[in-house]
T-cell receptor, first 115, second 111 residues
Framework: GAGVSQSPRYKVAKRGQDVALRCDPISGHVSLFWYQQALGQGPEFLTYFQNEAQLDKSGLPSDRFFAERPEGSVSTLKIQRTQQEDSAVYLC?????????????FGPGTRLLVL | GNSVTQMEGPVTLSEEAFLTINCTYTATGYPSLFWYVQYPGEGLQLLLKATKADDKGSNKGFEATYRKETTSFHLEKGSVQVSDSAVYFCALSSGNEKLTFGTGTRLTIIP
């Protein structure tokens, strides 16, 4: 079956531009996560949805970052007024119910480069 | 807060060598522990997991045992292959669903 998909795979933005990154989770998965992975580092948590409810956004680095999942399926991560430090790979993951023991399934990521 | 410390890389081994990648953790409560792997050009995928103390996760010849007394989840494989070359991430989940990852260990196996 289809896995988690993300688009675009690569994005180059000029500093100050707004970007929108899309995630399509595995069909039927209730929980959706966003992570940020800097070069040479492990992924770091940004935010978490259960259906359309954003239950945890403690990892969002600033108010320039905004995520939504209005119909409980596709999610969009938006970054306003991008800065060079936003350059990273943005990973989306989904799981069936989001319980602690469950496996999270990751998409291929969107590599963002801010010039 | 939660944290994961894993063996720094890169690690280079000859084919058929024994592999250990160390991972220790700090967490509140009783976490679930995971090893994820990222092959070249591919996304993160689960390698194995253990959800309670003394559980052993295993997959593709890799094993890791959840040791609560030493707060460790070391990854081992008895005989590595060139195809095992990848970046390996230790991670935990503790009560709040999100994963906390280590920094990753790049493994290269030479023929």
């Amino acid at each position: 079956g289809a896995g988690v998909s993300q688009s675009p795979r690569y994005k180059v933005a000029k500093r100050g531009q707004d970007v929108a990154l899309r995630c399509d989770p595995i069909s039927g998965h209730v929980s959706l996560f966003w992570y940020q992975q800097a070069l040479g580092q492990g992924p770091e948590f940004l935010t978490y949805f259960q259906n359309e409810a954003q239950l945890d956004k403690s990892g969002l680095p600033s108010d320039r970052f905004f995520a939504e999942r209005p119909e409980g399926s596709v999610s969009t991560l938006k970054i306003q007024r991008t800065q060079q430090e936003d350059s990273a790979v943005y990973l989306c993951a989904s799981s069936f119910q989001g319980a602690q023991k469950e496996t999270q399934y990751f998409g291929p990521g969107t590599r963002l480069l801010v010039l | 807060g939660n944290s994961v410390t894993q063996m720094e890389g890169p690690v280079t081994l000859s084919e058929e060598a024994f592999l250990t990648i160390n991972c220790t953790y700090t967490a509140t409560g009783y976490p679930s522990l995971f090893w994820y792997v990222q092959y070249p050009g591919e996304g993160l995928q689960l390698l194995l997991k253990a959800t309670k103390a003394d559980d052993k996760g295993s997959n593709k010849g890799f094993e890791a045992t959840y040791r609560k007394e030493t707060t460790s989840f070391h990854l081992e494989k008895g005989s590595v292959q060139v195809s095992d070359s990848a970046v390996y991430f230790c991670a935990l989940s503790s009560g709040n669903e999100k994963l906390t990852f280590g920094t990753g260990t790049r493994l290269t196996i030479i023929p």
